[in-house]
């Protein structure tokens, strides 16, 4: 059995964690809500929604409150708490342990050089969860899980970390090309921040007829990026980075398209994260370290992304409180 420190208990440490507890493996919980690591270590963490439902009791503290080290630690914060995250966990890494990032976006280029780059492990989620109150997360339906060392070979510590996670996702895969999940989800990404525009849910929103040329242009954009900085865009649960090539035919992107609404539509989360974040939470997005990087970068290549740049400063707006939520605001990233 495991030793495990997972360093964020919201919807998607939270997940993983619980269910690595019930298998039995020797969970330990951070997080900064202190209601939230109370109730994991007094009445327990509680998993709901239609995926399963169970309680586990573990071990939970606040940051400034954890003692010892451990050989892995799971990093399960919001993005743009990565690099403080990063350093605070520092000093419960064992000197031969690593630090697995359970994250969306490109933290890992945050962790690496703060801790190592072989210190540093990859990984690619796309389970749909989310924080419903303090002790209690929502399971909303399963997706894929994909594990890699950033160099691309497979190491033993990469085959025990795999057969872990296995009993959570039995569907976890080992990859070789991380970076090309982690760049793949952020075609993806970059159109569920769209989705948080406005009302609709993720599927209504991708499957409004009118968007098609706003997630073409999306997709295309961060596969230029993606294309220069020498990264396969990789695929999965329906989204096909192919269909959105610079040259790919528009059939091809409305076949993908329909194939993330399949996806999307029997999630009992029917909203993207990003939008809990503004219409739920009230609190900022990771947008600056998820999808304003893909404009950073691309204007490193001389690449043009005024879809992303526009889309940025949307969530911006309304970030800000100066843009109200609307699904007429979707519109305005429509090519010009």
């Known amino acids: 059995m495991a030793r495990i420190l997972i360093w964020g208990a919201g919807a998607i440490g939270g997940t993983a964690g619980a269910y690595l507890k019930r298998a039995g493996h020797d969970i330990t919980f951070v997080d900064v809500v202190e209601d939230h690591v109370k109730a994991i270590r007094t009445s327990g963490l509680k998993i709901t929604g239609p995926v399963d439902q169970f309680t586990v009791v573990a071990p939970a503290f606040m940051p ?3 003692e010892g080290t451990w050989d892995m630690i799971f990093l399960a914060v919001k993005a743009q708490h990565t690099e403080a995250a990063t350093r605070a966990l520092m000093p419960h890494l064992s000197q031969d342990g690593y630090v697995l990032s359970l994250q969306n976006g490109l933290c890992e280029t945050i962790i690496a050089p703060i801790i190592g780059r072989d210190r540093t492990v990859g990984a690619f989620i796309n389970y749909s969860t989310d924080w419903i109150a303090p002790g209690e997360v929502m399971f909303g339906s399963r997706g894929a899980v994909v594990l890699g060392e950033l ?8 085959m025990a970390l795999h057969g872990i996670l296995s009993e959570f996702e039995p569907g976890a895969i080992i990859t070789a090309n ?5 760049w793949g989800k952020l075609g993806y990404g970059a159109m569920l921040f769209a989705q948080a525009l ?12 009118e968007m098609m040329p706003v997630w073409r242009a999306i997709g295309r954009e961060v596969n230029e990026v993606t294309l220069a900085e020498g990264i396969t865009p990789m695929g999965f649960n329906g989204y096909d980075p192919g269909a959105f090539m610079p040259n790919a035919p528009r059939e091809l992107a409305e076949k993908a398209i329909a194939d993330l609404v399949i996806f999307n539509r029997p999630s009992a989360k029917t909203h993207s994260g990003i939008w809990r974040d503004l219409f739920v939470r009230k609190r900022t997005t990771e947008v600056d370290v998820q999808i304003k990087p893909i404009a950073d970068i ?3 290549h001389g690449i043009a992304t005024p879809t992303i740049s526009k889309l940025v400063a949307l969530i911006h707006e309304i970030e800000a409180g100066t843009r109200p939520m609307s699904d007429d605001n979707l519109l305005e990233l429509l090519p010009q």
């Open 198 to 209: 406005g009302a609709k849910g993720i599927a209504d929103c991708l499957a409004r007829p």
């Open 151 to 158: 160099h691309g070979r497979t190491t033993e510590r990469l």
């Open 64 to 66: 400034d409150e954890v």
């Open 298 to 300: 691309g204007a490193k």
């Open 178 to 182: 991380i970076s090309g999940y982690l």
